[in-house]
């Protein structure tokens, strides 16, 4: 803080009554910037294992024995981490002794996502989708379409047909674009030799 550090983010924890009381130690001692917990989602047992061995980290009794009990099921072993999280997060939050939250995602963003939906940060874009009757889903869906493509009175051609002007109408496009960039390479050439030629007329008359 005397160097001039604005605010403090801690490293990966499990033990949110030892953050807190951590925090109001900090407080005491006079330390006044914002103090950011470093929340690192459980991805997989493994990986979770060596970072928390790797940092020493205090792990708490209850979460290393579910953990070992079910370290053999990855779909498991993340759905605990998410709610694991949730529940690390609201305590965090409701307790007031931080503004926000650091989570390390290890470029996984799933998890972190999951457990910012669940405390209500961020709302879940994707909408439950919507019944339609059995009965009704065909007219529905002929309907929608004769309404939602243009209607065209010209004869559409067979297949073949429409494929060979496809390909000719790409072939033109994709011609048409290294013309473009052919006469833009030339203009840039004939604009380098003039500055070229400038430059030297300029120093033989100084000359």
Same mark, same amino acid.
Not at 72 to 81: N, R
Not at 180 to 186: E, K, L, Q, R
């Given at each position: 803080m005397d160097a001039g550090a604005d605010f403090i983010i801690t490293q990966l924890f499990y033990d949110v009554d030892n953050f807190i009381e951590w925090v109001g130690k900090c407080r005491q001692a006079g330390i006044k910037v914002p103090i950011i917990p470093g929340i690192m989602p459980i991805q997989s047992? $493994? +990986?979770w294992k060596r970072m928390t061995d790797f940092c020493k980290t205090k792990i708490p009794p209850e979460v290393s024995q579910r953990l070992e009990a079910i370290k +053999?099921? %990855? /779909?498991? #072993?993340? $759905?605990? +981490?998410v709610? &694991? +999280?949730i529940e690390m997060c609201k305590k965090i939050l409701e307790s007031g002794v931080s503004p926000g939250l650091h989570f390390y995602t290890l470029n /996984? %963003? /799933?998890i972190s996502k999951a457990i910012l939906e669940g405390i209500g940060l961020i709302a879940n874009p994707l909408p439950p989708p919507i019944a339609v009757p059995a009965s009704s889903s @065909? @007219? &529905?869906n002929h309907s929608s379409l004769n309404h939602s493509q243009p209607q065209s009175s010209a004869p @559409? =051609?067979?297949p073949e047909r429409e494929s060979k002007r496809q390909v000719r109408s790409d072939f033109r496009s994709e011609r048409s674009q290294h013309e $473009? @960039? =052919? $006469?833009? !390479? !030339?203009y840039t050439y004939i604009a380098v030799v003039a #500055? #070229? #030629?400038l430059g030297l007329f300029l120093i033989r008359r100084l000359r």
């Open positions: 047992y $493994a +990986g +053999g099921d %990855e /779909k498991q #072993v993340q $759905a605990y +981490g709610q &694991l +999280g /996984k %963003e /799933k @065909s @007219s &529905l @559409s =051609g067979p $473009a @960039s =052919g $006469a833009s !390479s !030339s #500055v #070229v #030629v």
